[in-house]
């Protein structure tokens, strides 16, 4: 039987609780007076359903089932985990965590606000134990962390089962150790936000200037090492304490609107270092750097993949590079045309010290979509409706590509008319073939959903390739069915 999560309060925040549990095999009961809140959770589900899954590389369990309460009291019976979610207005937490109390019993309640503390939560309480604070960020159905803030009064084997429950849903408890106003992670966004609005004010510049600052800057190495970690890196290989010393009288410089720092002594400095060796110590500064940088590339690679801050950079220096590369008018007369140049990454590897196959499939897409490109059928053409659709394909693996091998693809127009392209791809590492591929492909009119005629402009492109590629020798492994004998 699936465990229930009741949800009070069904704005962004608590419809994204909604969406993490339900998508992760628990039943949600949410209760929200607002009349469009059942409308405002399907939308922020609908999103979840089209996202969370991605970031899993097994099968989701089956989704729990959604209600929605007509009183707190109808949504909290039976719950095995409350999350509040509610307007930021003390009074009005302090009477629905007695509602909730007059119903449920010793069930970990967690409220997600970002300001108040615990022990204000629990003022006037029937039982204060219960009662914590699970402070997480939006969207709440992506983004893991969430900040557990107990209080003195709080029962610590609640908040250890609280923790085993987020973590069962994919989340990231961060255990706050002491009660602080706005507990950990919203004290440096107003650290930060306070300074950028001074700087907007002071005219030194814009909000789009200081978001470029960010995403195209220290914003991606925070977001796979840290504060801590980072400046670790920075201080080379004498690590934090020399960090601390080259960089720790600018403490003392007026930089900052941000002017009430700690005294910068030798005590606070060995304090951090001490902190930073027991944290990441066990790692050399170079074992750091091949860290922070595998990180940060796969971090570009997936902006790059949605065409999104930096990631937009990549594309469009891979666009200038491709226009460089390729000739205006080139039709590949007395050879395959040589569309794509690789080298075998990190992450290309599987676990022979191999490339993977579904890299060798992406390397024929690299070289398959390079000339698409070549004839006009490119993103442009894709967004007006029409696209080639790739039918089968036939890969033999010839050779064994490794870590570091610079791959070149090149593709050979076996046939071509209105509607189909038939194409043989070659993976090669200098002259060796390490895989050919047979491709099939039809042009759709993606609206339609069936075959229709290419583009004239593409045509015009395309069938002065296929005529120079007819006098080229058919591949011997064209047409083979798998199996065949050499």
């Not at 509040?84 to 019993?105: D, N, T, W």
């Not at 042009?443 to 395309?462: Q, S, W």
Request: with cysteine; charged share 25%; aromatic share 8%.
């Amino acid at each position: 039987m699936a465990r229930k999560a009741s949800i009070i309060g069904g704005g962004v925040i608590g419809g994204g609780w909604a969406a993490r549990f339900l998508l992760n095999g628990w039943d949600v009961s949410v209760f929200d007076p607002d009349p469009q809140a059942e409308r405002k959770i399907g939308e922020v589900l609908a999103n979840a359903r089209r996202s969370l899954p991605a970031l899993s590389d097994v099968p989701m369990p089956a989704e729990g089932r959604l209600s929605f309460a007509a009183s707190i009291a109808e949504s909290v019976e039976g719950a095995d985990y409350i999350q509040e979610s509610v307007s930021e207005r003390l009074p009005l937490k302090h009477r629905v965590f007695a509602e909730i109390q007059a119903v449920a019993k010793g069930v970990p309640i967690g409220s997600s606000t970002s300001g108040f503390k615990p022990s204000e939560l629990q003022e006037g309480a029937a039982d204060p134990s219960t009662i914590f604070v699970s402070h997480p960020f939006n969207p709440v159905y992506l983004l893991p962390l969430s900040e557990i803030v107990p209080s003195p009064k709080s029962d610590l084997q609640i908040i250890e089962n609280a923790k085993e429950i987020l973590r069962e849903i994919g989340m990231f408890p961060l255990h706050v150790r002491k009660e602080i106003d706005a507990h950990i992670a919203d004290r440096f966004l107003e650290a930060v936000w306070r300074e950028a609005l001074w700087l907007v004010k002071d005219g030194i510049a814009t909000t789009e200037e200081i978001d470029e600052a960010i995403r195209m800057g220290f914003g991606l190495r925070w977001g796979q090492m840290g504060l801590f970690e980072t400046y670790r890196v920075a201080g080379g290989e004498a690590g934090m304490k020399h960090f601390m010393a080259q960089f720790g009288p600018c403490l003392q410089w007026p930089w900052t609107k941000l002017t009430d720092v700690p005294e910068f002594t030798e005590e606070l400095v060995d304090l951090i270092a001490g902190q930073s060796d027991e944290q990441s110590g066990k790692y050399t500064i170079r074992e750091l750097e091949r860290i922070r940088d595998q990180n940060l590339i796969g971090f570009l690679r997936a902006l790059k993949d949605r065409n999104w801050g930096a990631g937009k950079v990549l594309l469009d220096h891979d666009k200038r590079r491709r226009a460089s590369f390729h000739e205006t008018g080139k039709t590949g007369e007395g050879a395959p045309l040589v569309m794509a140049e690789m080298q075998v990454l990190p992450g290309w590897i599987d676990y022979n010290g191999h490339m993977t196959e579904s890299r060798y499939l992406f390397a024929s897409s690299e070289t398959s979509d390079a000339f698409l490109r070549l004839i006009g059928a490119d993103m442009d053409y894709v967004a007006n409706g029409h696209s080639y659709y790739t039918a089968e394909t036939h890969i033999m693996h010839l050779g064994e590509a490794k870590l570091g091998d610079r791959l070149t693809g090149t593709l050979q127009v076996l046939h071509a008319d209105e509607k189909r392209l038939h194409v043989f791809i070659r993976i090669l590492r200098g002259d060796e073939v390490v895989a050919s591929l047979e491709q099939m492909l039809l042009h759709v009119d993606m609206k339609a959903g069936r075959t229709c005629p290419a583009a004239p402009e593409v045509l015009a492109k395309l069938l002065p390739i296929a005529e120079a590629h007819g006098s080229l020798p058919r591949p011997a492994a064209a047409g083979r069915f798998v199996g065949q004998r050499k």
